[in-house]
T-cell receptor, first 112, second 119 residues
Framework: GENVEQHPSTLSVQEGDSAVIKCTYS??????FPWYKQELGKGPQLIID???NVGEKKDQRIAVTLNKTAKHFSLHITETQPEDSAVYFC???????????WGAGTKLIIKP | KAGVTQTPRYLIKTRGQQVTLSCSPI?????VSWYQQTPGQGLQFLFE???????NKGNFPGRFSGRQFSNSRSEMNVSTLELGDSALYLC??????????????????FGPGTRLTVL
């Protein structure tokens, strides 16, 4: 069936450095790719998304890149700060599905 | 707009009991999805309700059930609780864009979750 693989499961970076999380999807019809951030004690919240007609999207310190040929997309966080510590989920969806297919999540730890 | 609300926030039950969790979606959203999240695990999809009908279902046993009311509020029920049912249960609402079809269901808005502990 359709699935999304996400790596790494845990990522520890020094404050101020960059962090990259990668996801690969299986359904070539997928055309919507969101990233969610889940802070401790809260539900996931959308932080950025990208559609298949765009290769890259930026919002301040975060960016997402998409490679449709390779069927993978990545989240880039620059100049990491303590408040970036959280679990990040990627997901993918096609126009024929109501549901998102979720990655397993990445726990990002920002070391002071 | 008020966000997605879930009640109760915390719940402690014993094995064999049953439990009902409640979710109120964002006003105007007609779709509610439920997820189970266990420590170190991702988001396991339980089911989705739209206009009082179950539209999608994940791979969970029949002990897990849900329903949706005419005001879009949703409940999920777990019968005969097992230790492994201890988890954070999240609900998410999403509403259609202008087209109303699956292509317009994108961003999901999550509630804070209900933390269920089974002893």
């Amino acid at each position: 069936g359709e699935n999304v693989e996400q790596h790494p499961s845990t990522l520890s970076v020094q404050e101020g450095d960059s962090a990259v999380i990668k996801c690969t999807y299986s359904d070539s019809a997928s055309n919507y790719f969101p990233w969610y951030k889940q802070e401790l004690g809260k539900g996931p919240q959308l932080i950025i998304d990208i559609r298949s007609n765009v290769g890259e999207k930026k919002d301040q310190r975060i960016a997402v890149t998409l490679n449709k040929t390779a069927k993978h997309f990545s989240l880039h966080i620059t100049e990491t700060q303590p408040e970036d510590s959280a679990v990040y989920f990627c997901a993918a969806k096609s126009d024929s599905n109501y549901q998102l297919i979720w990655g397993a999540g990445t726990k990002l730890i920002i070391k002071p | 707009k008020a966000g997605v609300t879930q009640t109760p926030r915390y719940l402690i039950k014993t094995r064999g009991q049953q439990v009902t969790l409640s979710c109120s979606p964002i006003s105007g959203h007609r779709s509610v999805s439920w997820y189970q999240q266990t420590p170190g695990q991702g988001l396991q999809f339980l089911f989705e309700y739209f206009s009082e009908t179950q539209r999608n279902k994940g791979n969970f046993p029949g002990r897990f059930s849900g329903r949706q009311f005419s005001n879009s509020r949703s409940e999920m029920n777990v019968s005969t609780l097992e230790l492994g049912d201890s988890a954070l249960y999240l609900c998410a609402s999403h509403g259609p864009g202008t087209s109303g079809g699956p292509s317009s269901y994108n961003e999901q808005f999550f509630g804070p979750g209900t933390r269920l502990t089974v002893l």
